[in-house]
């Protein structure tokens, strides 16, 4: 299995003592949402193929990750860097260091293990189209040579979405919009050519609609990749979070409305003041990245549930 940590939560800036503790422990626990059982996934390295971690800032969990590797686990980084102005982005770390940083894990363990991710890209006063333009070709250059991928996507607009875009236009006096297909395709067609003359091959995450030419379908948790990083061939089937996902089959074991960035767009949070209070009942020492429930723990327990990726496990 490979372990995807985290596109839920933001895990390498802000639970990165808690995933060693949890390697090191060689598994952790989590609750499934839709059933309320908790769930035992298994860390050892025998049981996962490979880990993709997911991040805006790896300047914290540097320091880690010689030991995740000393431990024979390969791994990828999916590094967002927007470079978006603060009252999109409210502490997200600055875009150069966050460039040095992932140039700092490039030459560490080679640049397979880096991806940059441009996304989400947002259409806003703050943001038009200019503004892209400029920026990727930036950070493109900035980036020559530590990475040969970059993701992007443009925005999904959930109800959260489209709450928290609207709140925080209000309050910072700016507009955005949601601009048609063709806009989309063109700022496609004009990325693609731009990340490919710094030797950067562009890719769409679950938008086929915008894959243009010379671009490909993102596969943001990719066993080829891994393979290429191990120098073993890590066996994994297809198999997506969603219909039009392209990934392969991985086990996440972030949550949902834990990631403090204050990212305005965002799907993965509801609102920062509810992301804010969780990440403060965070226990790094914890078996789970947030306590369970009292429900779930229970009817684990009556039902022997607490099993290796949700197996029965009798010890």
């Not at 200019?130 to 990727?136: C, G, Q």
């Not at 070709?137 to 993701?151: F, I, N, W």
Request: proline share 5%; charged share 25%.
């Amino acid at each position: 299995m490979i372990i995807s940590a985290s596109y839920k939560t933001d895990i390498p800036t802000f639970y990165g003592e808690w995933f060693m503790n949890r390697l090191r422990a060689g598994y952790c626990k989590m609750v499934n949402p839709y059933n309320r059982r908790v769930i035992r996934v298994s860390l050892q390295r025998e049981n996962v193929e490979g880990i993709v971690f997911w991040t805006k800032n790896v300047g914290p969990f540097l320091q880690h990750l010689p030991e995740v590797k000393q431990r024979g686990f390969p791994f990828i980084l999916q590094h967002t860097i927007n470079g978006y102005p603060r009252v999109l982005e409210q502490s997200v770390v600055d875009a150069q260091k966050a460039v040095a940083h992932l140039r700092q894990v490039s030459d560490a363990f080679g640049p397979r293990v880096c991806v940059w991710r441009y996304d989400t890209i947002i259409n806003s006063s703050l943001t038009p189209r200019e503004y892209h333009i400029d920026t990727f070709s930036r950070l493109a250059k900035s980036l020559e040579g530590a990475t040969d991928e970059v993701v992007i996507s443009f925005a999904h607009l959930y109800q959260k979405t489209l709450r928290n875009m609207e709140k925080a236009a209000k309050e910072h006096g700016f507009t955005w919009s949601d601009p048609a297909d063709d806009w989309k395709r063109s700022l496609a067609a004009e990325l693609v050519s731009i990340a490919a003359g710094h030797r950067i091959r562009l890719t769409v995450c679950s938008q086929p609609q915008f894959i243009m030419p010379g671009c490909y379908e993102a596969r943001c948790v990719d066993a080829d990749r891994l393979t290429d990083v191990v120098g073993n061939q890590v066996k994994a089937g297809l198999k997506g979070n969603r219909k039009e996902c392209g990934c392969f089959e991985s086990r996440d074991i972030g949550e949902y409305d834990t990631c403090p960035h204050g990212c305005v767009y965002c799907y993965a949070v509801q609102n920062q003041a509810l992301a804010k209070a969780r990440y403060k009942q965070h226990d790094p020492m914890g078996e789970s990245l947030f306590p369970l429930p009292a429900d779930a723990v229970e009817s684990a327990k009556n039902d022997g549930q607490l099993g290796l990726f949700g197996e029965a496990d009798n010890r």
